[in-house]
């Protein structure tokens, strides 16, 4: 049979199709997006976020990420790990 894909690939490859699409979120949210993916998803905030969610939402809207805007620094305290806070914020100012 055909291999289930993992809760982490399902949710790799949404952020790879959303990936230069123009989401309804926020600007930051699109940020976190690209910057996971430019780190090839080989960061911890993601494992976070794959562990947040929860399977029956992974295919649904994603609205706990409306409403932020471009305030980063509100997203990163809310969805960036502490370690990776900076690197997520100076990728934000550099491809804003």
């Known amino acids: 049979g055909e291999l289930i894909p993992s809760k982490k690939d ?3 490859n949404i952020f790879l199709n ?3 699409s ?3 979120w926020s600007f930051a949210a699109d940020k976190f997006v690209q910057w996971c ?3 090839d998803f080989q960061v911890e905030s993601f494992d976070n976020f794959v562990e947040w969610l929860d399977d029956d939402r992974i295919d649904s ?3 706990f990420w409306f409403g932020y805007g471009d ?5 990163a305290d809310d969805w960036v790990s ?3 806070r900076e690197e997520y914020l100076e ?3 550099e491809h804003a």
Do not use: A, G, N, P
């Open 91 to 93: 990728y934000c100012r």
């Open 22 to 24: 123009d989401s309804d």
């Open 71 to 75: 305030d980063f620094e509100k997203f």
């Open 37 to 39: 993916i430019s780190k």
């Open 10 to 12: 399902r949710i790799k």
């Open 61 to 63: 809207v994603w609205d």
């Open 18 to 20: 959303l990936h230069r």
């Open 82 to 84: 502490d370690e990776e």
